[in-house]
C-alpha cells in the first residue's frame, strides 16, 4: 500500500508541466553621450543578447541634447535604471541632493588630456608655457590641475573655448588642445594628423569616468540584478578589446552609420588601457575609495555618501576596499 501510494505521487509530478523561466528583469541604461565606441562593452553585450541570458531585458539609450540631463534621468525613471556618467558629475550631483549611488565605473581612468600635433615638438604639459590651448569651457578646473601638476597656472597660457572643434589644432589657431583623447585625439589622427597624447590621469588628473550609478531605492531593492548587469557589461568590454574593429563594424551598423570603423577601432584601443588602468584585468569596475578623493571638489562626506561598494570586484588576492 506505501508502495503504491509512492508510485502514484511520483507518476503525478512527473506530469506536471515544465515550470516556465521567470520573466527577464526590465533595465534601462541611459548614457551621457551617443551609442559609439565610448560604450562598446555595454552595446556588444547587447548586441549578443548577454543580457538577456543573465535574465535582464536591457534597453540602452543615448544622450539626446533635448531631454534632461543623465542623473535626472535615472532618478525619474519608475523602473530599475542605470546611468553612466563622469565622475565629476556625480559628485556635483550628490552634492545637489540627487539620490544616487556609484556602484562601479567603466574607466578606471579618465579619458581626458591634452593634445598637440607631432611636429610641435610639444610632449610635456610644462611645454605648453605661453602657448594657446583650446577647451570646452567646462574644461577649465581639469586643464588648472594639469597645469598645477607642471608647475604652471592658467596664467602660464592662454585657453580659448572651441567647443568640440577639431581643425583649430591642424590650421595653427591653437597649440595644444584639451579634449577625450578617445574622440578628438582619434579623429585628429585619422585625418592625417598625428598628434602627441597627454593622459590627464598621467598628469595629476584623478577621476573615474563613465561611471556606472542608480538611485540609492535601486541599490538596496535590486543588488543582484545589478551585479549581473556589471559581470555582463565587463564581458562585453572584455570581447570589445578582443575584437576592436568588430565591435566598431557593429556600432556603426547598428547605431552610427556616418561615423567610420578607423575611428571607432581607434578609439577602443585606446579606451583599453583605461578600463584596467588602477587593478589590472581581474579587478575590472572596481574603484578605490582615495581615488574618488583625489577628484576636485571631493570630500569624504560626499564620496560615503555617493559611492556604494558592494558590487565591487575585488583585485586578486586583495580585499574589497571602502565601506560595506
Known amino acids: ?16 508541466p515544465v515550470t516556465e523561466r521567470p520573466k527577464p528583469v526590465r533595465l534601462m541604461v541611459q548614457l551621457d553621450w551617443i551609442k559609439n565606441a565610448q560604450f562598446a562593452g555595454v552595446l556588444l553585450a547587447e548586441a549578443r543578447g548577454w543580457y538577456r541570458e543573465a535574465g535582464l531585458e536591457v534597453e540602452v539609450r543615448g544622450f539626446e541634447s533635448d531631454k534632461p540631463d ?22 556635483r ?10 556602484f562601479a565605473t567603466m574607466f578606471q581612468a579618465s579619458p581626458l588630456g591634452i593634445v598637440t600635433l607631432k611636429t610641435s615638438g610639444l610632449t610635456t604639459v610644462a611645454s605648453l608655457r605661453g602657448k594657446t590651448i583650446g577647451l570646452h569651457g567646462y574644461d577649465r578646473p581639469q586643464l588648472a590641475i594639469m597645469l598645477r601638476h607642471a608647475g604652471l597656472t592658467m596664467a602660464d597660457v592662454t585657453a580659448i573655448d572651441i567647443g568640440d572643434d ?10 595644444a588642445q584639451v579634449c577625450y583623447v578617445i574622440d578628438e585625439a582619434v579623429a585628429l589622427e585619422t585625418s592625417g594628423h598625428a598628434v602627441n597624447t ?6 595629476g588628473y584623478k577621476a573615474y569616468a563613465q561611471v556606472y550609478f542608480t538611485t540609492a531605492v535601486s541599490m538596496g531593492r535590486h543588488a543582484p540584478e545589478l551585479a549581473r548587469f556589471l559581470e555582463v557589461s565587463n564581458r562585453g568590454w572584455r570581447a570589445a578589446v578582443a575584437d576592436p574593429e568588430g565591435t ?4 556603426i551598423e547598428r547605431h552610427q552609420p556616418k561615423l567610420k570603423v578607423d575611428y571607432q577601432a581607434g578609439s577602443i584601443q585606446l579606451i583599453a588601457k583605461l578600463l584596467t588602468a588602477e587593478t589590472g584585468s581581474e579587478g575590472m569596475g572596481r574603484m578605490r575609495r582615495e581615488t574618488w578623493l583625489e577628484t576636485a571638489d571631493a570630500t569624504p562626506m560626499l564620496v560615503d555618501q555617493l559611492v556604494d561598494w558592494r558590487l565591487q570586484p575585488p583585485p586578486p588576492g ?3 576596499m571602502g565601506k560595506p
Not at 1 to 16: D, F, H, S, Y
Not at 71 to 77: E, F, G, L, S, W
Not at 94 to 100: Q, V
Not at 248 to 251: E, F, G, H, K, V
Request: no cysteine.
Open 198 to 203: 597627454m593622459f590627464g590621469h598621467e598628469n
Open 1 to 16: 500500500m506505501v508502495l503504491g501510494t509512492r508510485l502514484t505521487i511520483l507518476g503525478a509530478e512527473e506530469l506536471r
Open 166 to 175: 577639431v581643425h583649430s589644432l591642424p590650421t595653427g589657431r591653437i597649440q
Open 70 to 91: 543623465t542623473v535626472q534621468t535615472v532618478v525619474a525613471h519608475p523602473g530599475l535604471a542605470v546611468g553612466v556618467a563622469d565622475g565629476s558629475a556625480l559628485l
Open 248 to 251: 566598431a563594424l557593429m556600432i
Open 93 to 102: 550631483a550628490r552634492a545637489g541632493g540627487a539620490p544616487i549611488k556609484a
Open 318 to 320: 586583495a580585499m574589497p
